[in-house]
């Protein structure tokens, strides 16, 4: 089956956008093109288009990989199928909120840039993951030493990293006396507006004072909180979909029925309603943020690494045992939700309940390989954090300590079996030199810990509780260690 989304009839029966896309103009560009953009801000900005026959179009930019994924999409027309898959059925849908996508490699720096530079754009959206903000973890501040940076300060005119495009658009509206503009992070960092200012502000002022203190006064950053379950795609799933189109759409995606979508209220020249398609517009988002990060995101790291040591592909699999099932939920109500302080009205009780039936789903083949990507970066805000909090109360973080455990015993490069594992990580060559010198063993424990750049890792008790973990999973395995919880 080879034939095009947009030059073939699509099954009359499948729900397509109803509304006129000739309207549509570019006022959002979104760096980082994946599928979790596709499924969530893409999808919701379709439904706001349905309720409100406003003009807001997105055009999708990806400035690394992903140029095959751009021309895919201007080939059917930037249309795109979305699978809403349930434990008990699947919703298909045509979203087609989409009507530009850029790439390097077709349109140059230039392109990119004068695309961001247009009068009408008003929001830069970002799914660029943690490493892209270029990041110091230990400071918060710019990563000077990073080598993109240091790419773009020398040749700032045609930047590499997504923070160099950002600049050097705002200094070109700065110059052209346009409108500012809005930038909004959708990446699973915390408070993440304040690191996307903390990261733009620091490189604008590198470059021209002037120009940092314009983007202070006149450019917003608001933080969001996102959520949706969305699995990379696979042939099999690009396959079903095609089934149920009677075409081909390589770019379609499969995601979980449900989407959140929390965003701190604070634009520099307008939004658009997204709060008819469901989201949540308001002041603070920051402990909706939270609760996500520990209670979510938290035991999907917990899953994952334990899960793929213990051989479960997916995170289904890995909820399938109830020793699995029941750790991730005391994991989320005994260790997470102690430490959150949220609004009136929130049941982290039902919220913890939810997400094991999301987490069970046995249709989404959410792969615990895909999850345990980029550990390093994750790890301090989904479980390090919490650890701080029953430290200082005194208080049993056992679940905590076996989940920072299986992420040192996944980053060693082999699993229980003996298997090489692709361990994808900005510093994996720095793991790898560390178990060529310690070997599997609990030697490699405080060196590992001492990555985070964490106070944490000076504490005693901490190290011993973790050490103790990772024992157990050389001794006996993850399924053993995860049994004992």
Known sequence: MNRNIANCKINPAIPHPSYDRKRLVTRIVHLGCGAFHRAHQAVFTHHMLEKTGSDWGICEVSLFSGHRLIQQLKEQNYLCAIAEKGA??????????????????????????????????????????????????????????????????????????????????LRLRYERNLPPLTVMSCDNVRENGKVAREAVVDFARLRDEKLAQWIELNVTFPC?????????????????????????????????????????DNFANGRPNWDVAGAQFVKDVAPFETMKLRMLNGSHSFLAYLGYLAGYTHIADAMANPDYRQAALDLMLKEQAPTLTMPTGTDLFQYAHRLIERFSNPNLKHQTWQI???????LPQRMFDSVTYHLANGSDYRHLALGIAGWMRYISGRDEQGKL???????????????????????????????????????????QVVTEAYQLLLKRGACHAVATL
């Open 88 to 169: 008990e059925k699947t919703e298909l849908k045509i979203i087609g909120s989409m009507i530009d996508a850029l790439h390097p490699e077709f349109v140059g720096h230039k392109g990119i840039l004068e695309a961001i530079a247009q009068p009408q754009v008003a929001i830069i959206s970002l799914t660029i993951t943690e490493k892209g903000y270029c990041i110091d973890a230990a400071s918060g501040k710019l990563d000077v030493n990073n080598v993109l940076i240091q790419q773009d300060l020398a040749n700032p005119t045609e930047p590499t990293s997504a923070i160099g495009y950002i600049v050097e658009t």
């Open 224 to 264: 969001t909180m996102v959520d949706r379950i969305v699995p990379a795609a696979t042939p099999e799933s690009l396959e079903e979909i095609a089934e149920q189109l009677g075409v081909c759409d390589p770019c379609a995606i499969t995601c979980e029925p449900f989407r959140q979508w929390v965003i701190e």
């Open 372 to 378: 345990a990507m980029d550990g390093s970066q994750k």
């Open 421 to 463: 594992i692709d361990v994808r990580d900005p510093l994996v060559d720095q793991f790898k030199s560390i178990y060529q010198q310690y070997g599997l063993s609990i030697d490699v424990v405080p060196t590992l810990l001492a990555v985070f750049g964490n106070p944490l890792s000076a504490d005693p008790h901490f190290v």
